[in-house]
Nanobody
Framework: QVQLVESGGGSVQAGGSLRLTCVGS????????VAWFRQAPGKEREGVAAVNSDGTTSYADSVTGRFAISKDGAQNTMYLQMNSLKPEDTGMYYCAATVSCRTVPPQFRLVDSQYAYWGQGTQVTVSS
């Protein structure tokens, strides 16, 4: 059974940094696409960053240049390095993974319906 567990969230001031970690179990992740999504109170869940099974990355415009996604397939671990955080980055952050050997077309990599497995989330709060 595939399971994803996020950690690393917390409260920081604007301009600060956090590194989120997602550890997967129940399968191998070297051939899966993985992504980070977030949801702020009263808003819909949005894709933040994704790394495809071939290693290519995608980012939402709002985080480009500030966030970096990476994946260690051998360790079944995914990361989201978040720098220059802003209050609008506040929300619950979720990691997600595709089924094995799935290649997500570039235009859909930040669409939540492309991902079959989800973690429980970790809260990020950025104060001004």
């Amino acid at each position: 059974q595939v399971q994803l567990v996020e950690s690393g969230g917390g409260s920081v001031q604007a301009g600060g940094s956090l590194r989120l970690t997602c550890v997967g179990s129940g399968g191998t992740y070297s051939k899966r696409g993985v992504a980070w999504f977030r949801q702020a109170p009263g808003k819909e869940r949005e894709g933040v960053a994704a790394v495809n099974s071939d290693g290519t990355t995608s980012y939402a415009d709002s985080v480009t240049g500030r966030f970096a996604i990476s994946k260690d397939g051998a360790q079944n671990t995914m990361y989201l390095q978040m720098n220059s955080l802003k209050p609008e980055d506040t929300g619950m952050y979720y990691c997600a993974a595709t089924v094995s050997c799935r290649t997500v077309p570039p235009q859909f990599r930040l669409v939540d319906s492309q991902y079959a497995y989800w973690g429980q989330g970790t809260q990020v709060t950025v104060s001004s």
